[in-house]
């Protein structure tokens, strides 16, 4: 199963806990592979070129699967054509993350705070060309904001690093990305609304931008040609899989 990001990223968690019940399912070990980088279209390229027999799959998301065709001139593959799509695993939102240590308390200072900040204020993010990207450049046309992309490659794991050391003023990564981590405070989340395990957050719709609804989905896919067979057998042992009562809440099962 290869994964578009590193080691400890919440799409590298996902695929090891689909990939773990896949293990004792077939009976033949299912390894996770990490190949980061290009907006994970290294990952999906590789992929697309291989024998669809059901031994090589695909973490498929938003950036390698949708943003990426929509933002690169030359994506070596077709989203569509190329891939089996087998199931959808889970969905997670966005969000807008600040140092704890900070004095940003809420969303509206932190716009404050960009418009006099000549050049605007550093957000990092898993890379040019990601949905994180394109959020980012979204949120800071929405609020007539000059904000400074901070490209980090294929992981948002470096910018919550750096937002907590002080060198980026934040941060858009997946809320997985960020988590529970005491040292940063979620500003924003880009869901529809609030969510239950984190009643606390507010979203960016709430402060004033509706427009401001992005999630990060995740998928596995495998080459096109995969025999029906096949991709019957695995979406159905995926499915078993995320309806595990012990599976993290944001692991849903999508028939």
């Keep these: 199963m290869v994964v578009f990001v590193g080691a400890g990223s919440s799409g590298d968690v996902i695929a090891r806990i689909v990939a773990q019940p896949l293990t ?13 980088g290009a907006g994970g279209t290294i990952a999906a ?3 697309a070129k291989a024998s669809p027999d059901g031994h090589t799959l ?4 938003i950036q390698p699967h949708a943003v990426a065709p929509a933002v690169y001139p030359n994506v070596p593959y077709n989203p569509m054509r190329d891939f089996m ?3 959808m695993v889970a969905e997670v939102p966005l969000a807008l993350a600040v140092s704890a240590q900070g004095p940003l308390q809420d969303l509206a200072q932190f716009v404050a705070l960009a418009r006099v900040t000549p050049g605007g204020l550093r957000v990092g993010t898993n890379g040019n060309g990601s949905s994180a990207h394109v959020t980012t450049a979204l949120f800071g046309r929405l609020a007539g904001i000059d904000l400074t992309h901070v490209p980090y490659r294929g992981s948002s794991a470096q910018a919550v690093t750096d937002v907590i050391g002080g060198r980026i003023e934040g941060a858009m990564p997946s809320l997985g990305d960020v988590g529970r981590n005491d040292r940063m405070r979620v500003l924003a989340i880009a869901a529809p609304q609030r969510l239950a395990g984190w009643p606390e957050v507010p979203t960016f719709r709430e402060a004033g931008y509706p427009e401001m609804v992005v999630s990060v989905w995740f998928g596995i896919s495998a080459p096109a040609g995969l025999p029906d067979a096949i991709a019957d057998r695995l979406h159905h042992e995926i499915q078993l899989a995320l309806a595990r009562p012990e599976r993290p809440s944001c692991l849903t099962s999508v028939s």
């Design 24 to 36: 004792a399912a077939l009976g033949q070990p299912v390894v996770v592979e990490n190949r980061p």
């Design 45 to 47: 390229d590789a992929v």
């Design 85 to 87: 799509h087998v199931a």
């Design 58 to 61: 695909v973490l498929s998301n």
